[in-house]
């Protein structure tokens, strides 16, 4: 009931998840969402034992390789088309990077069309644990999001903690990331089908919000909640940053 009532929806680019292995285990996590809304899409389940830069650690890699194809095509000697979606210095804004390919001005190897896009899952420490891990992902040119499709894709949908407040409205979803991505390689379709593929993640943010005062509850007890409903204070925003109102009324 969450997704899209005539199933996924087929698209020309082909959407690659690579989810780190911690981020399997999260409940609220987006990425298992992205084959259920999008037809072309797959996720990888990127899954090490060894410590990393070990000849097993090598090992394992290479068998994640053989054991999904499709990655295996994406970073192999004809990856011509294959991007990776990473903010970074050296990242490029995806919608000038689209310029760039119709360009008669621009390079030529400039002028090959996207055709795979590979989105790593994770916190910031694990996707950076996947670049190391398969060190042929760094030769793949880095796609951003263009700041105002990133802000687009946030807003309130934003249903985990960021450690500080600066961060908020900053980041993105694995589900939102794909999406406003989508928005630049596929614009008509997005325009058409962009509410329902945000469908599965509005129903996940209802659930956390239902979910929400039991959460505070456990992390910071009974007395703090009660505060807050008593007060008619809404109960919003990382729950990591969320004072007691004692401490609210020193700060002003």
Known sequence: AWFPKHGPTKIKTKILILMHQREAKR???????????????????????????????????????????????????????????????????????????????????????IDTLLVLDGTWHETKELLRRIPQLCSLPKAALPMKLAAKADGRLMIRRCKRNANVGRFVCTLGATIAALEVLEPELAVEHRREWLGPLHKLVEIQIKMLPYRLQAQKGTQVVAEYMAAGVPIVGPLAEIPTLEKMRHSE
Not at 56 to 85: C, F, H, W
Request: aromatic content about 6%.
């Open 27 to 113: 409940t609220v996590g987006t990425g298992y969402l992205c084959p259920g809304v999008f037809a072309n899409c797959e996720v990888v389940e990127c899954r090490w034992v060894h410590p990393e830069g070990t000849q097993s650690s090598l090992d394992e890699t290479a068998t994640l390789l053989r054991m999904y194809p499709s990655l295996q095509k994406a970073l192999g000697e004809r990856r011509n088309g294959t991007v990776i979606l990473y903010p970074g210095n050296d990242a490029i804004d995806l919608d000038k990077m689209i310029a760039a390919v119709s360009s008669p001005r621009s390079p030529p190897e400039h002028h090959q069309s």
